[in-house]
């Protein structure tokens, strides 16, 4: 289910803190990476009102090459976040998948969504 978002949406949030993970997945666990990280974003962006946005994409020719953009309300929404079960389940779930993981904090310039 897609949910609409306007520009405005962004715009009420004053301080978000932004993350971009770049995560290097074994091989022979991609599928199952892939099922704990979609069951993970659902639940973190369905229950956790400080999770604005949790994208996962990978590259098309490293498809064991992942990005993920994840955007909360403020430091202690991502904070909270770390310590919820659902977080916690998919860190425990993936721990032997991951080969390696480098995580960047980012400043926006532009937040701007058109889902339909």
């Known amino acids: 289910m897609l949910t609409s978002f306007s ?3 962004f715009a009420q949030y004053n301080n978000p803190y932004v993350r971009i993970a770049k995560i290097v997945i074994d091989s022979t666990q991609l599928e199952n990476y892939r099922a ?4 993970h974003a659902r639940a973190a962006v369905g229950n956790e009102p400080g999770v604005i946005t949790m994208y996962a994409v990978y ?3 490293l498809p064991t090459h992942v990005t993920v953009f994840e955007m909360y309300a403020d430091i202690p929404a991502y904070q ?3 310590r919820t079960t659902h977080f ?3 860190k425990s779930a ?7 993981l480098v995580l ?5 310039i532009a937040l701007e969504t058109k889902l339909k």
């Open 7 to 9: 520009n405005q949406t």
């Open 36 to 39: 704990a990280l979609k069951e």
């Open 59 to 61: 590259d098309k020719e």
């Open 80 to 82: 909270s976040h770390i």
């Open 88 to 90: 916690l389940k998919y």
């Open 94 to 100: 993936v721990k032997d998948m991951v080969k390696s």
């Open 104 to 108: 960047t904090d980012v400043v926006p």
